[in-house]
């Protein structure tokens, strides 16, 4: 990159501090300002090339659903974000083998787990970490999951999640900020009406419902581009999922999925 010139400011500096501080990567600015306007002047053709990566809000419940099979999956053009990072630091925490190289391809295989439990430190950075429980439950029979928001239930409300998935049978107690669920053997396929719209209720629904026995129906699904990518990550891995992208989604369950690449 280029030097800035000796008493010069960058941009970050001009707009959001009202006092110029000598830039020196944004040291020294005392009382940040409201920008009312940025003045762009055109004229000049743009050209160039840029990498565009996957969406964060479609990789990180792909990312959850890996814990679905016992056998490698492949993940292309991951986006280089914090949040996947904390996703793959709790996978690893989980005792899944994940390795990625240089151009954000991921390769997760969650052949056998060390244990079953979604901490706290890592769950309450990302609420996205919760979407594990589904998987965990449905392949495992047993997940110990921390609230998003830590003991305050009805900060963060997962409380959908809950309900769908002790429909299927499962045993769930919320203890010590903590979801602890267990079924005795598989998950059981049930229609599933949701009371409100839920992006991560359709994810953890949905993924827990490949792997449960019977036809599971989710209503007043939600139909955002993450939930079909998912569904087509699913279906690669040997899922039978029909009806994304409406608000009716239907789920046969299978015995077990296996690897893709996606």
Request: overall charge neutral; charged content about 20%.
């Amino acid at each position: 990159s280029r030097q800035k010139a000796a008493g010069s400011v960058c941009l970050y500096c001009r707009f959001n501090f009202q006092r110029r501080p000598a830039c020196g990567d944004h040291q020294g600015g005392d009382t940040l300002s409201t920008m009312d306007k940025l003045q762009i002047e055109g004229g000049i053709v743009l050209n160039g090339k840029i990498r565009i990566s996957g969406a964060k809000n479609a990789a990180l419940p792909i990312f959850a659903a890996s814990l679905l099979t016992a056998e490698p999956v492949k993940i292309s053009n991951s986006p280089h974000l914090h949040d996947v990072t904390t996703m793959i630091e709790l996978l690893a925490c989980l005792g899944v083998d994940v390795t990625l190289n240089e151009f954000m391809a991921v390769e997760i295989a969650a052949r056998r787990l060390k244990n079953y439990r979604a901490p706290y430190e890592l769950v309450k950075t990302m609420r996205a970490s919760f979407l594990v429980l589904g998987p965990l439950l449905a392949r495992f029979g047993e997940a110990e999951v921390s609230l998003p928001g830590g003991c305050a239930i009805g900060s963060r409300p997962v409380d959908q999640h809950l309900k769908g998935l002790e429909a299927m049978g499962a045993d769930i107690a919320v203890t010590e900020g903590y979801v602890c669920a267990k079924t005795s053997g598989r998950l059981v396929g049930c229609d599933i009406h949701m009371d409100v719209v839920t992006v991560g209720g359709t994810q953890n629904l949905m993924m827990a419902a490949t792997l449960a026995s019977g036809t599971t129906r989710l209503f007043n699904a939600a139909c955002e581009p993450e939930i079909v990518d998912l569904a087509n990550f699913l279906n690669a891995l040997g899922a039978r999922v029909k009806g994304q992208g409406t608000s009716t989604i239907e789920i046969v369950g299978v015995a077990q999925l296996h690897g893709a690449a996606h």
